[in-house]
């Protein structure tokens, strides 16, 4: 069965670094792409970016590009989600989920509740 | 850049009644566009994908349609855990996956 477990809520202050993971098991983790979405507060589903852990390719939304940074430890089956500098508008549900031989995204992290607030 | 319109925003039938979701894209995305359910406090599951092909699991009552610009989705007899949000998404800039802005299937 392919799972996505994601790590647990985080609160953090603006200006602090974060670093959340996404860890797949189930399947062969370095031959399927990985994408992250962001879900502000009562909004809807943003596409951040998305990854391939075999070789590390990463694509970003422009939305997107230059505010998180995307990554993978293959040796370890996990994917991260990163930012240096966080801000009050960080603060929302970002979910994980691995692209099916169809290319949508099939399988889904629980998701990580991320807080930023002084 | 391919802007996804869901509508209408919010849906109020009754358990048993017929849904119908639409997805307008701003340009052609062939028949690339997928439909995800949400219900609060989890993630989204894939429920159609290429249009019309329903992914694992998903019950018959779900159905999808359209290529192009226009897109629906129709859940045939609305059943107590259907009510939820629904997006549509699609990938003809893969591997950009922009989200419609979502419908909320409510209960009348």
């Known amino acids: 069965e392919v799972q996505l477990v994601q790590s647990g809520v985080e609160v953090k202050k603006p200006g602090e670094s974060l670093k959340i993971s996404c860890k797949g098991s189930g399947y062969s983790f370095t031959n399927y792409w990985i994408g992250w979405v962001r879900q502000m507060p009562g909004k809807g589903l943003e596409w951040m970016g998305i990854?391939?852990?075999?070789?590390?390719?990463?694509r970003y939304s422009p939305a997107f590009q230059g505010q998180v940074t995307i990554s993978a430890d293959k040796s370890i089956s996990t994917a991260y989600l990163q930012w240096s500098s966080l801000k009050a508008s960080d603060t929302a549900m970002y979910y994980c989920a691995r692209l099916a031989s169809s290319g949508w995204p099939q399988s889904w992290g629980q998701g990580t509740l991320v807080t930023v607030s002084s | 850049e391919i802007v996804l319109t869901q509508s209408p925003a919010t849906l109020s039938l009754s358990p048993g009644e017929r849904a119908t979701l639409s997805c307008r894209a701003s340009q052609s995305v062939s028949s690339y566009l997928a439909w995800y359910q949400q219900k609060p406090g989890q993630a989204p599951r894939l429920l159609i994908y290429?249009?019309?092909n329903r992914a694992t699991g998903i019950p018959a009552r779900f159905s999808g349609s359209g290529s192009g610009t226009d897109f629906t989705l129709t859940i045939s007899s609305l059943e107590p855990e259907d009510f939820a949000v629904y997006y549509c998404?699609?990938?003809?800039?893969?591997?950009?996956?922009?989200f419609g802005g979502g419908t909320k299937v409510e209960i009348k």
């Open positions: 290429d249009a019309s």
């Open positions: 998404q699609q990938r003809t800039n893969w591997p950009e996956l922009p």
């Open positions: 990854i391939y852990p075999g070789d590390s390719d990463t």
